[in-house]
C-alpha cells in the first residue's frame, strides 16, 4: 500500500519556539489514522505543513508523494477542518455549505443535507454568532460531505458533547465504509476513539514519542496491583514502565505481558488490568513524573 | 471490547461464540465487515482481520459477492477445540485453587456434581 | 492513486479562479452594497448642502455660475475603493486557504474580482455623470459625479478616469491588506511608515531639484487620458508586490 501522508526529518520554528521538531513518520492509504497528543503538542502545525498552509522550515512534507505548497492539483483532494478556521465576515451556515461544493470535487449536498439534521444545525446563523459546538458542527459537516480523498479533521468536535461526539463517530465509519478515504483524526480524548483508530502517531512537544498500529499498543501495557512485596518480586527483571504505592499496596506497570505471564501474575495474587492506549498515551507525554522507563534492579 | 487484548482477536472470538451457541448457523451469512464495524464501533480493517482469522481457520468462507457465511462442520470444530483446551484453561485453575483453599479431590468431585446437575 | 490527479479537466484553475470570485459574491454586503450605500450617503450629503444654499440665495438662478461643480465629494467613493478590498482580501484569504485554495489561485480570482468590481462601479458612476447631465445638473447646474473640470469633458473619458483610479486603489488596498495578512499590525505599521518616509524623500527630491513648476506644469498641461494612463503602472506594480507579498503568507490565527 502507497504512503499517502509522508513526513521526513520535519522541523517547523516559530522564532524561538519549535513546534515540530524533527518528525518522521509515514501513513497508509485508506484507513483512519490518529494524530494525537496533548494540547499545543504540535498536532494542528503538523497538518498545516501538510496542507501546505504552513511553510517547513526544514525537512520534507508530502502528500500524494508530493510537495503540497501551492499545489493545486493536490490540495483539491484534500480537505482541511480545523478548529480555528475563521469564515469571512457575515457568512451565515449555509453560506459555508453553498461555497463547500466550489472547493471540493467529490461533494454530496444530500450527505451534507443528511448531516445538518444530524446535527440540527442553524444555517441561518452567522457564523459569529453559532456556539462552539454549532461551528464545530459546521466543520464536521463540510469534513465529512467533502468525501475528500485524504481529509484532516483538527480536533473536530471542540465543544460538541458526548452525545453529538457519538454520532460524528457513527457517521464516521459509516460513510467511510461506503466511500472508503483516508481520514486523519487529530484529539485529545483518546479512548472514545481509539477501537476506530488503525495506526496511531503521537506527538509531544513537537517530537513523535509514538508511531504504531493500534492493534499493537492495545494490550502492550499491563498494570498490576497487589501487596507490595508480591508486586515488587513480579517485577524483577521486567521492563517497568510506572510505579505506584500506598500504604502495603504496590501498582506496577510493566510492558509487554504475554497470557503466560498474565496466568503467573494472577496465581501471584495480583489483579492485573490493561492500560488503554489513552492512559499509555498520557504516560508517554509527560503525565507525571512516573514517565522514566526502567530495568527493576 | 476490553483493552486488553487486541480487537480483532475479540471480534473472532465474539463470532464463534455465536457460532458456538447457534445464533450463528452453520451455512447462514455472517454479519457484513461494515456492519460488524459500525455494530462495535470499530476500524473496518480490524473487523476484516478478525473475519480473515476465522476464514484462514475454516470456520467462515466467502461467497463471492454475496458476502461471508459459517463454514459447515463449523461448530463441531469449534466445539472440539475449545474441548481440548477445556482442561488446561478452567480445570487447572480450579485444581490450583482448590490446593490453595486445601479442598481435597474428593470434596471438589461432589462440587462438580452437584454444580453438572443443576 | 498517488500519481498526478488527472482531473484537471473537470476542475481546471479557470474554473478554480471563477470559484474563488463566487466566494466574494457569496456575502454581497461589503462588496458590492456598501460601496453604493456610501455614494448615496455622499452624494445626499452634498444634495443636501447644495438645497440649502440654493435655498437661502432665494432660488438656483441666483447662484454663481459653476457654484456647485467645484466638490470632491466623489473621490471619498473611489478612495473607499481601496477600504473594499483590504476587507475583501484580509477576510477572506485565510477562509479560502483553509479549503484548499491555493494562494495563487486565490490572488488571481481576488484580482479578477476586484477588475470586474471597478468596470461595475465605473460604468455606474458614468451612468448617473450622465443622468446628471441630462437633469442639468439635478436642476442646480451641479456635478457631482463629473466635477471640476470634468463637466466639459466626454463620458467616455470620465469612464476612463474612474476605471483607472479605481483600478488603483483596489491594488493599493489589496497590496496593503497583503502586508496585513502577512505581517499583521507590525507590517502596516512598518509599510505606513516606510510610505511616508518614500514620499517625504520624494518631496526633499523634488525640493532639492527645484522641480516644483515642472511638476505643477505636467499635472496641469498633461491630457487626463494621458495621466490616467500613468497610474497603470503604479497599479501593475502594486498587484505584483501584493502577490509577493501573499505568497508566503500562512493563516497565523
Not at chain 1, 236 to 258: E, F, K, P, Q, Y
Not at chain 1, 279 to 294: H, K, N, Q, W, Y
Request: net charge negative; proline share 3%; aromatic share 10%.
Amino acid at each position: 500500500m502507497t504512503a499517502i501522508v509522508e513526513v521526513e526529518g520535519l522541523t517547523k520554528r516559530f522564532g524561538r519556539v519549535t513546534a515540530v521538531d524533527n518528525a518522521t513518520f509515514s501513513l497508509e492509504e485508506g484507513g483512519i489514522h490518529g494524530l494525537l497528543g496533548r494540547n499545543g503538542a504540535g498536532k494542528t502545525t503538523l497538518m498545516q505543513l501538510l496542507t501546505g498552509q504552513e511553510f517547513v522550515t526544514s525537512g520534507e512534507a508530502r502528500i500524494f508523494g508530493e510537495n503540497p505548497v501551492e499545489n493545486a492539483a493536490a490540495l483539491r483532494r484534500v480537505c482541511f477542518i480545523k478548529e480555528s478556521q475563521v469564515y469571512p465576515d457575515g457568512y451565515k451556515g449555509k453560506h459555508v455549505l453553498r461555497a463547500a461544493p466550489w472547493f471540493f470535487d467529490a461533494w454530496d449536498s444530500a450527505f451534507a443535507d443528511r448531516l445538518v439534521k444530524a446535527f440540527d444545525v442553524p444555517l441561518d446563523r452567522p457564523m459569529k454568532k453559532m456556539s462552539r459546538g454549532q461551528r464545530s458542527a459546521i466543520g464536521v459537516i463540510v469534513g465529512l460531505a467533502s468525501r475528500a480523498e485524504l481529509t484532516f479533521l483538527d480536533e473536530p468536535y471542540a465543544g460538541l458533547d458526548a452525545v453529538a461526539r457519538r454520532r460524528f463517530y457513527d457517521l464516521l465509519l459509516e460513510d467511510y465504509a461506503e466511500n472508503p478515504r483516508t481520514v486523519v483524526l487529530s484529539t485529545h480524548l483518546i479512548d472514545e476513539a481509539a477501537n476506530l483508530l488503525q495506526r496511531v502517531v503521537v506527538i509531544d512537544h513537537g517530537s513523535i514519542v509514538i508511531d504504531a498500529d493500534a492493534e499493537e499498543l492495545r494490550g502492550s501495557a499491563t498494570t498490576l496491583v497487589g501487596k507490595a512485596s508480591d508486586v515488587e518480586a513480579f517485577a524483577t527483571g521486567r521492563t517497568v514502565v510506572d510505579r505506584n504505592a500506598l500504604g502495603g499496596i504496590a501498582s506496577v506497570t510493566l510492558a509487554g505481558l504475554s497470557s503466560e505471564d498474565r496466568r503467573a501474575a494472577a496465581q501471584a495474587g495480583l489483579e492485573a488490568t490493561a492500560v488503554s492506549l489513552q492512559e499509555l498515551i498520557v504516560s508517554r507525554t509527560g503525565g507525571t513524573d512516573a514517565t522514566d522507563e526502567e530495568e527493576a534492579a | 471490547m476490553d483493552d486488553e487484548r487486541p480487537i480483532f482477536l475479540q471480534i473472532a472470538e465474539s463470532l464463534e461464540a455465536q457460532i458456538l451457541d447457534g445464533s450463528l448457523a452453520e451455512e447462514g451469512q455472517v454479519p457484513s465487515i461494515n456492519e460488524l464495524a459500525q455494530f462495535h464501533r470499530i476500524n473496518p480493517a480490524t473487523a476484516l482481520k478478525g473475519v480473515n482469522r476465522l476464514v484462514e481457520a475454516g470456520v467462515l468462507y466467502k461467497r463471492r459477492g454475496i458476502g461471508m457465511f459459517v463454514a459447515e462442520g463449523a461448530r463441531a470444530r469449534l466445539l472440539s477445540d475449545r474441548r481440548a483446551e477445556f482442561a488446561e484453561l478452567h480445570v487447572r485453575p480450579l485444581a490450583e485453587r482448590a490446593r490453595a483453599l486445601e479442598l481435597g479431590s474428593a470434596e471438589v468431585h461432589d462440587m462438580i456434581d452437584k454444580e453438572m446437575n443443576r | 492513486m498517488t500519481a498526478i490527479d488527472t482531473r484537471a479537466a473537470v476542475t481546471g484553475a479557470p474554473a478554480r479562479i471563477a470559484n474563488v470570485m463566487r466566494m466574494h459574491v457569496a456575502n454581497p454586503m461589503p462588496t458590492l452594497i456598501m460601496p453604493w450605500i456610501i455614494t448615496a450617503i455622499v452624494f445626499g450629503v452634498n444634495l443636501s448642502i447644495w438645497l440649502m444654499v440654493a435655498n437661502a440665495a432665494g432660488g438656483a438662478e441666483y447662484l454663481e455660475p459653476r457654484a456647485f461643480q467645484y466638490n470632491g465629494g466623489v473621490s471619498w467613493i473611489v478612495i473607499f475603493m481601496m477600504v473594499v478590498a483590504v476587507q475583501a482580501m484580509s477576510l477572506t484569504f485565510r477562509f479560502a486557504l483553509g479549503f484548499s485554495v491555493t494562494r495563487r489561485e486565490y490572488y488571481l480570482g481576488t484580482a479578477a474580482y476586484f477588475v470586474g468590481l471597478a468596470l461595475l462601479y465605473s460604468t455606474g458612476l458614468t451612468g448617473l455623470a450622465a443622468l446628471e447631465r441630462a437633469t442639468d445638473g439635478w436642476g442646480l447646474d451641479a456635478a457631482f459625479f463629473a466635477p471640476f473640470g470634468l463637466v466639459d469633458e466626454s463620458l467616455g473619458l470620465v469612464w476612463l478616469l474612474y476605471l483607472m483610479t479605481m483600478l488603483l486603489f483596489f491594488f493599493l488596498g489589496s497590496a496593503i491588506a497583503t502586508v496585513w495578512v502577512r505581517w499583521r499590525a507590525y507590517g502596516l505599521y512598518s509599510f505606513f511608515i516606510g510610505l511616508a518616509l518614500l514620499l517625504v524623500a520624494a518631496g526633499w527630491g523634488i525640493t532639492a531639484a527645484d522641480a516644483w513648476g515642472d511638476v505643477g506644469e505636467f499635472l496641469t498641461t498633461t491630457p487626463l487620458a494621458q495621466l490616467a494612463a500613468w497610474t497603470l503602472p503604479v497599479t501593475a506594480l502594486c498587484a505584483v508586490v501584493g502577490f509577493l507579498f501573499l505568497r508566503r503568507a500562512t493563516p497565523r490565527a
